[in-house]
């Protein structure tokens, strides 16, 4: 994600650092490389042209030219302009109303159903509300079927009615239906659309004026950079939607929808989401975005993902068992299952200050724990509690039970014991907390 975008800002700092001295030219320089890195990004020209002249404003006036650092001062500067230039903080998301109504509306094939399904289920376990999703697209009946499955797979009805053909009408009756049963919250998964489409937009609009919903979002797919922008504008022209939803923000995506839609509507980005695992949603905060895109991690989202898979009375009896030196292979794979429920491998470590860019070319997927699980899997109960049990003839019965090699059996143990130093020696000194994770003062 923005991976090219951040090369080119690199590349543009660099004008200004190293240099012995700076003058207006080199900060000009500078500004010149950062709007090209911007319109190579997606971004629309005007927009691109505006953002950097209140770059160059900015920087002149505080003195950038006379600065100890100028290099790090610019990049402050235009972190504070990436922040304003998609919202300036995380906006509201309203839940009010009995039951509070939530309309979809995007592209075909902008990964909207997937996303409805991916919001009740945040909603569920967020905002601890009773959540029914509604079927609404009435011209592809295999929408309604994977609705269906994503629903049971998270364990949240779905009101649907594949007779019925008027998606008004099925909108309307699976309000009803949420009503009459104490649903705190309705999704409302309508057909995919073009702008220009006008009978689907009419229907649409005709949806919100029957429901009233609390939030209407436009759903969009961030690869498709300044056309999504476009599209984003025709549909507010008509909705007048609430706010924007950016998917596949895992992919090759440019990054120029996420830096001008909101500029262009006028509207905040209230969510983003990566990928097709169900739980990789994230609430949209524009400071946090632009420091990864200048490559300075966002480690008050990666905190944030490991405190909703942190379980304190597990915590609690994990750290008892690392003071008395007992951590064990269950211990082990048990920590490894909730990194993995946190989400991608790669995005989480991207999270990391100083990370990001280390690990941007490497191919790190959901599968790089297997070879761990597999080999622990292979032990039986005895050794995963008794780690000292484990001799030879055991590793190699381990090797071959997990499709490893001996070689790799003894690698990992070696691992495993280093690691059972290193969180003893930290609790020595005071520095274990967090369910497990060790983390120094």
Do not use: C
């Not at 790089?368 to 509690?385: C, V, W």
Request: glycine letters at 8%; a positive charge.
């Amino acid at each position: 994600m923005f991976n090219n975008l951040q090369d080119r800002l690199d590349s543009a700092f660099k004008t200004l650092k190293g240099k012995g001295q700076i003058t207006e030219v080199n900060v000009a320089s500078t500004v010149k490389e950062i709007r090209r890195a911007l319109v190579e990004a997606d971004v629309n020209y005007k927009i691109a042209k505006e953002f950097t002249d209140n770059i160059k404003e900015e920087a002149l006036g505080q003195k950038v030219l006379t600065a100890v650092d100028p290099g790090q001062l610019m990049v402050k500067i235009v972190q504070d302009e990436l922040t304003k230039l998609m919202g300036g903080e995380a906006a509201d998301f309203s839940l009010d109303g009995k039951p509070a109504v939530v309309l979809l509306s995007g592209l075909q094939g902008s990964g909207k159903t997937t996303f409805s399904a991916k919001l009740a289920k945040y909603l569920k376990n967020k905002k601890t509300k009773k959540v029914l999703l509604v079927a609404a697209d009435v011209y592809r009946p295999a929408a309604i079927d994977q609705l269906h499955i994503l629903g049971e797979q998270i364990g949240v009805e779905v009101y649907s009615d594949k007779i019925n053909k008027n998606a008004v009408e099925i909108a309307e009756n699976g309000l009803a239906h949420a009503k009459s049963n104490n649903f705190g919250v309705v999704i409302v998964d309508t057909a995919g659309r073009q702008a220009l489409n006008e009978a689907l937009m009419t229907e649409i609009e005709n949806i919100k004026k029957a429901i009233k919903p609390n939030e209407t979002l436009f759903v969009v797919d961030s690869m498709t950079g300044q056309d999504a922008v476009n599209t984003a504008k025709a549909f507010n022209e008509r909705l007048n939607f609430d706010g924007v939803v950016l998917t596949k923000l895992d992919g090759d995506t440019r990054g120029g929808a996420a830096l001008s839609i909101q500029w262009t509507v006028d509207k905040p980005i209230k969510f983003v989401s990566r990928g097709e695992k169900l739980d990789s949603i994230d609430v949209f905060h524009p400071d946090r975005m632009a420091r990864r895109i200048l490559g300075m991690g966002d480690i008050v989202s990666l905190v944030e993902k490991a405190q909703e898979q942190y379980d304190e009375k597990e915590a609690q009896k994990l750290e008892k068992k690392i003071k008395r030196n007992q951590f064990d292979f269950d211990d082990f794979l048990s920590q490894i299952k909730q990194i993995k429920k946190m989400g991608n491998l790669k995005d989480l470590l991207g999270m990391m200050p100083g990370v990001g860019k280390a690990v941007k070319d490497l191919d790190i997927d959901d599968d790089a724990f297997k070879s761990l699980e597999a080999m622990i899997q292979s032990m039986t109960p005895d050794e995963r509690g008794n780690p000292d049990l484990i001799n030879s003839s055991r590793r190699q019965r381990i090797a071959k039970g997990s499709g490893t090699t001996i070689q790799e059996v003894n690698q990992f143990m070696k691992q495993f014991e280093q690691m059972k130093k290193m969180m003893k020696m930290m609790n020595k000194n005071g520095g274990f907390n967090m369910g497990g994770m060790p983390f120094g003062k």
